[in-house]
């Protein structure tokens, strides 16, 4: 399948708490302990993000200086390691000088006392979750709560590790989200009100920018693309697509030679757009009028689109600014991110149609995707080749951003299942996807929270993990269950 260009990165600092009166009183246990930050910080990095390890924070003077360099060395997360007891005069500091969100870390290297040979070193070295209970409070009388607390034991505790993970999933995120540039070119598509949203309360809730495209650069791009690349693109979709012959829906035809090469076309223009204004995403919708150069290459982006999703550059249409930034995320967890939205129920088998026309996150497909030709792209202008597959088979993750009255953000976060079973062969993606307790209370529930018509879909159950990345963002957010 085609391989990510854009790296998941995350950079997260790691510093060990310490009660440094300890030290003089017990003989090897900084050594000691000092073993046990090391393996901290590898449990860590086994996750595949970028830790700053700032040692031992042993005392007030240390924190602050701890705080100044976290505060300037773009860090995404804080983990604090609660290695022993601690007074929170060593973590007060780092709370007030920095911005990152904090996660502490009480992970006691043995999973219980050696009753027979117990001694005070022993529980200093295992009294990682004394001070946490002065810490979270503290953090709360200064405004800035810690995000979370990861009880356990360093070794071998696998619900432990996975909660560093996720939390390491979600410093991907943060880091992305940041700086990100998420195009906009064109308009809404006549008129979905759901769909228009504000770029600066955009970039005030997420951290990133929205430049503003107009089409004539698309179509800048579209013109300097050369033959040689048309020809490559249009040797990558063969190589990733199927293009069978057409079933039982007149408006589709088996991919010509002409869709092929406009497909092609538009993919490698997207390749020079992204590349040109260094896009992180784009969201987009153009008609333009019969016969133009313009039409011509809105109407070419299916294809390239679905291939850039699968490479980590979101790409969404009807210029859906808010579920772009939702692909966004579901890609920096690594679990895809297509473009949906809700199709017809099959109410006899308990399921609904989830998916749309136009770019999909190809990574999660079940198998190979289609390449379909079509007439006509329903309720749009144009026609052409259009991708159709069925997302991977198991637990399924929607995220669909919106707004109330006040302008505010709200995440909708729903999980499902997609199935085994046919779907119907438009050229447009779909899965079946079943929810609890049954689809049809599940999608009512869903619909009264107000969500826009469109979300992003992932792979897996990853609804608290979005829930915690609402919570870091001061973003409000409900699960539908």
């Given at each position: 399948m085609i391989e990510r260009k854009k790296p998941l990165e995350g950079r997260i600092a790691f510093f060990s708490v310490v009660h440094a009166t300890y030290f003089a009183q017990f003989e090897g246990l900084e050594e000691s302990l000092g073993?046990?930050?090391?393996?901290?910080?590898?449990?860590?990095?086994?996750?595949?993000?970028?830790?700053?390890?700032?040692?031992?924070?042993?005392?007030?003077?240390?924190?602050?200086?701890?705080?100044?360099?976290?505060?300037?060395?773009?860090?995404?997360?804080?983990?604090?390691?609660?290695i022993t007891y601690a007074t929170s005069s060593v973590f007060a500091p780092i709370v007030q000088g920095t911005t990152a969100p904090i996660v502490l870390l009480a992970l006691q290297p043995r999973m219980g006392l050696d009753y027979t040979k117990a001694s005070t070193f022993m529980q200093l070295e295992n009294d990682n979750i004394c001070s946490v209970p002065e810490f979270t409070g503290v953090a709360i009388r200064l405004g800035r709560p810690v995000k979370d607390a990861v009880i356990g034991c360093l070794y071998d505790d696998p619900a432990a590790e996975k909660e560093v993970a996720e939390w390491c999933a979600i410093a991907r995120v943060l880091h992305d989200l940041k700086g990100a540039r998420i195009g906009l070119m064109g308009h809404v598509l006549e008129s979905m009100y759901d769909m228009h949203a504000d770029p600066t309360a955009v970039s005030a809730a997420f951290g990133l920018h929205v430049p503003l495209l107009e089409i004539d650069d698309a179509v800048k791009a579209y013109n300097e693309v050369t033959p040689t690349e048309i020809e490559a693109k249009k040797a990558l979709i063969l190589q990733e697509f199927e293009t069978p012959d057409p079933q039982s829906d007149p408006v589709t035809r088996k991919l010509t030679e002409e869709d092929l090469t406009h497909a092609a076309h538009g993919a490698a223009a997207l390749d020079r757009l992204v590349e040109r204004f260094g896009?992180?995403?784009?969201?987009?919708?153009?008609?333009?009028?019969?016969?133009?150069?313009?039409?011509?290459?809105?109407?070419?982006?299916?294809?390239?689109?679905?291939?850039?999703?699968?490479?980590?550059?979101?790409?969404?249409?009807?210029?859906?600014?808010?579920?772009?930034?939702?692909?966004?995320?579901?890609?920096?967890?690594?679990?895809g991110g297509s473009f949906a939205e809700f199709h017809p129920f099959d109410f006899t088998e308990d399921f609904i149609l989830v998916g749309h026309d136009g770019p999909h996150h190809i990574a999660i497909a079940e198998g190979k995707p289609i390449l379909r030709s079509l007439l006509k792209f329903h309720g749009k202008p144009g026609a052409g080749a259009s991708v159709e597959f069925k997302i991977k088979e198991g637990p399924i993750t929607m995220l669909g951003i919106t707004q109330n009255a006040h302008g505010g953000f709200k995440f909708v976060i729903g999980e499902g299942e997609s199935k085994k079973g046919p779907i119907p062969p438009t050229g447009n993606t779909n899965t079946r996807g079943f929810f609890a307790p049954t689809t049809r209370e599940f999608i009512k529930k869903w619909v009264m929270e107000g969500p826009t018509h469109h979300y992003a879909l992932g792979v897996g159950h990853h609804a608290d993990t979005i829930k915690k990345i609402a919570d870091v963002l001061g973003i409000e957010a409900v699960r539908v269950t």
């Open positions: 073993r046990y930050h090391r393996d901290a910080v590898a449990l860590v990095e086994r996750q595949g993000v970028t830790v700053v390890d700032y040692g031992f924070v042993a005392d007030n003077a240390t924190a602050f200086a701890v705080a100044d360099r976290i505060a300037g060395d773009g860090i995404d997360l804080i983990f604090c390691n609660m896009l992180t995403g784009l969201a987009y919708y153009y008609e333009g009028q019969p016969d133009t150069i313009q039409r011509e290459v809105a109407t070419s982006f299916i294809v390239g689109n679905s291939i850039l999703n699968a490479q980590g550059t979101p790409m969404c249409g009807e210029f859906d600014l808010k579920t772009c930034v939702a692909m966004l995320i579901l890609d920096r967890l690594n679990i």
